[in-house]
């Protein structure tokens, strides 16, 4: 934990510009030693694991530790199991890339599987000891005088989920790892609670219904609900598709689908998997040429491109055909902005199925819900067994913990309008100082590979902790008018992209219009290189000394230390190296006398000028 003041025997008001530095005692120990730093992670989804990786491997003198509100690792794809759930992105390019499962059985994978790659990954990297389930956190205020957070947690049992007990516990840096789509939320429909038939949230899937011979109400057009429909359709006695707004419907399977001839999704073959585990330059090329396509996505978004003309065109075209010819469906589903604007949807055999003898499609606005099904503003009353709101999530970036500042006001009333809402880089707010977070405001979610783009946070992340340590920082925050600028650099690019069109996105905290607060302006790969080294101009520093030089500490060095302690056996010439060609140079001195020809008042040639 964090010292208190009286601990630490320093005036922890004190910073760099402050506090009376001539009184500041003298640290008895090497420049550079670092301080003892505690760091709490909240979520132990993809990225969780992936900064538990990352501090194990690169951090010393660090207490770190994950909270997870559930009582297993994997974050959405342990939440998310509905009929479908799948990844929209080929299962080779949805892996850490130091980590690659030659045993994923298919191009494209379900929420199970990524599942047990997760669990696969954290057994060999020894991950569980990190982890603490069952705890929620639900407040994080900073503590100015401490430099830290002070958390609490509701903490419970497998048994007993129900009973909680309260935890607190502060840390000197706080990163929310919860991710953007974990909390998910019923639609605004008035009656939902009165129904009294099943009702089901996609996020929230219940595994005991059966839904065979049931007339089942699918509310929602996006994601979830282009994979459920399908896959519900078969089983079911009618489904009724509530599709309020047109959405674009990727004739593919995923985002970069297979360039060989066959099924879109083919199983990986067993003689696959083997070369892919005994030739690793194979496997490493293999995966290489399936990212490189990832990320040659970007220009499709830009409105003015070829590749977005092209897809306007062609994705109108095979939604229609898709959909059997039928005019009035393809007039209802096909929308006027941009391929894009919302998030691109893979969806084989959605369409097909929209038009099963099944299959009703709903166009009307839902008036109401009551106790035996849907009625719809034109008065229409559709009797259903089972309701399931595919509805999606809060996508306004506001955290689910009360989470307090600088400011001293939450963040969720800075943030209450999206168009307030204004990060760093993805990576950090203003007046929330040690806050860290994955794939925050403007980070790029769809612009091409997304796992290296977490992996380059984790890196950043512990940059900016290593600082901490190495130089004695209390409190590192970034500034606001570097935030304000970026941010109008941001909506100004934004403009050249479809995701400013006027669709209702969660893009724009499921506006219509204003901020683009969900996408990087720019590629993944952009982005990736503009945060591999961090700007500290971009930040204010806090020390734990009222002099910000205390860091260099006694006079000497670790190394030094460490070779006094040796016995003076360490290397203390590291600096030293040996060339890969020895220079060959004229000689200066010949028998002792110097070699000039034409001294002017100096040295005179022959004669012998060293000291008696």
Not at 110 to 131: F, M, Q, R, T
Not at 326 to 348: H, I, N, S, Y
Not at 424 to 452: E, K, Q, R, V
Request: net charge negative; hydrophobic share 35%; charged share 25%.
């Amino acid at each position: 934990m964090v010292p208190h003041a009286e601990e630490s025997g320093n005036d922890l008001h004190s910073s760099s510009n402050g506090g009376n530095v001539m009184d500041d005692v003298i640290r008895e120990e090497p420049v550079y030693a670092r301080k003892k730093i505690d760091v709490v992670c909240v979520g132990a989804g993809v990225s969780g694991l992936a900064a538990a990786i990352q501090v194990q491997q690169s951090m010393s003198d660090c207490e770190f530790d994950i909270y997870e509100k559930n009582g297993d690792l994997g974050g959405t794809w342990l939440e998310n199991r509905y009929p479908g759930c799948a990844c929209d992105v080929p299962a080779h390019a949805y892996a850490y890339t130091f980590e690659p499962n030659p045993d994923y059985s298919r191009y494209y994978i379900g929420s199970v599987e990524i599942h047990n790659y997760l669990k696969a990954v954290a057994k060999k990297h020894g991950l569980e000891k990190y982890i603490k389930y069952y705890h929620k956190l639900v407040s994080a205020v900073w503590n100015e005088y401490r430099g830290t957070w002070e958390l609490e947690f509701q903490v419970s049992t497998p048994d007993l989920p129900q009973q909680t007990k309260l935890l607190r516990r502060e840390c000197a840096v706080l990163i929310n790892a919860c991710g953007l789509l974990n909390n998910w939320k019923w639609p605004s429909i008035p009656g939902l609670k009165d129904y009294g038939g099943q009702l089901t949230h996609s996020a929230s899937w219940g595994q005991n219904y059966d839904y065979t011979g049931k007339r089942v109400a699918v509310i929602g057009s996006g994601s979830s609900a282009i994979q459920i429909v399908p896959e519900l359709q078969p089983a079911v006695k009618h489904l009724h598709a509530f599709i309020r707004s047109p959405t674009w419907i990727a004739p593919s399977q995923g985002f970069v689908d297979p360039k060989s001839e066959g099924p879109l999704n083919f199983f990986y073959t067993e003689a696959d998997k083997k070369r892919f585990r005994e030739d690793p330059d194979y496997f490493l090329s293999y995966r290489k040429n399936m990212e490189s396509d990832m990320n040659r996505t970007f220009d499709t978004f830009l409105k003015d491109s070829e590749k977005q003309k092209g897809a306007y065109v062609e994705f109108a075209k095979m939604m229609k055909n898709r959909l059997g010819g039928d005019e009035e469906l393809a007039k209802l589903l096909t929308p006027k902005w941009g391929v894009g604007c919302r998030r691109l949807t893979p969806g084989q055999n959605f369409l097909e199925t929209l038009v099963k003898e099944n299959v009703t499609v709903i166009r009307d606005e839902i008036d109401r819900i009551e106790a035996r099904g849907i009625v719809t503003a034109d008065g229409t009353s559709h009797q259903v067994d089972a309701i399931i709101c595919a509805t999606g999530f809060d996508t306004t970036y506001k955290p689910r913990f009360k989470l307090v500042g600088r400011r001293h006001a939450p963040l969720s009333d800075l943030w209450a309008d999206t168009n307030d809402i204004e990060a760093y880089l993805a990576l950090a707010i203003p007046d929330f100082p040690n806050y860290f977070m994955f794939l925050g405001p403007n980070a790029p979610i769809s612009n091409g590979t997304l796992i290296p783009v977490l992996e380059k946070q984790c890196e950043y992340m512990v940059q900016m902790i290593r600082k901490m340590q190495r130089e004695h920082i209390k409190a590192v925050c970034v500034k606001r008018d570097v935030t304000r600028q970026l941010n109008a650099r941001h909506q100004q690019f934004l403009r050249r992209m479809v995701f400013s069109d006027n669709c209702r996105s969660w893009y724009k905290g499921g506006r219509s219009d204003g901020k683009v607060i969900g996408i990087w302006p720019g590629s993944s790969l952009h982005y990736y290189e503009t945060i591999s080294e961090p700007r500290y101009e971009d930040y204010e520093f806090v020390y734990d000394s009222g002099n910000m030089w205390n860091f260099l500490g006694n006079g000497w060095t670790q190394l030094e230390k460490n070779d006094a302690e040796n016995g003076g056996k360490n290397d203390l010439a590291f600096y030293l190296t040996k060339p890969n060609e020895v220079l060959r140079a004229p000689e200066s001195y010949v028998c002792g006398q110097m070699d000039i020809t034409d001294a002017q008042g100096g040295f005179k040639e022959g004669s012998d000028h060293r000291a008696d």
